[in-house]
C-alpha cells in the first residue's frame, strides 16, 4: 500500500483536529475557558488547517499567486481578529 501526499495532508489535519479537541476538551472538563496561550494554540492550528485545505485539497497550489494570497490572507484576517476579540475580552 503507497501512501499519496494527500494520505500525509489528510493524516496531518486528523492530528491537527485532535489536538485541537483535546485542548477544548481540557478546558470544559476543568470547568473554565481556554487560557490565553490554548487559544492561540487551537487558533494556530486552525491556520494550519486551512492553509493546508486551500492549498492542497482546494487546488491552490498551482493557482496564480494573487488567489493564493487573497485566500490566505483573508484566512489570517478573520483568525488573527478572532485571536485580537479573545484575548481582549478575556483581559
Known sequence: MRFTKADL???LLA???LASWWLGEG???GGGH???VAT???LALSAVKGTLIALDYMELR???ALWRRAVIGWLLVVLG???LFSVVLTA
Do not use: R
Open 81 to 83: 481578529l478572532i485571536a
Open 34 to 36: 481556554l487560557g490565553t
Open 15 to 17: 492530528l491537527a483536529t
Open 9 to 11: 495532508i489528510f493524516a
Open 62 to 64: 498551482s493557482a496564480p
Open 27 to 29: 478546558a470544559a472538563a
Open 40 to 42: 492561540l494554540a487551537v
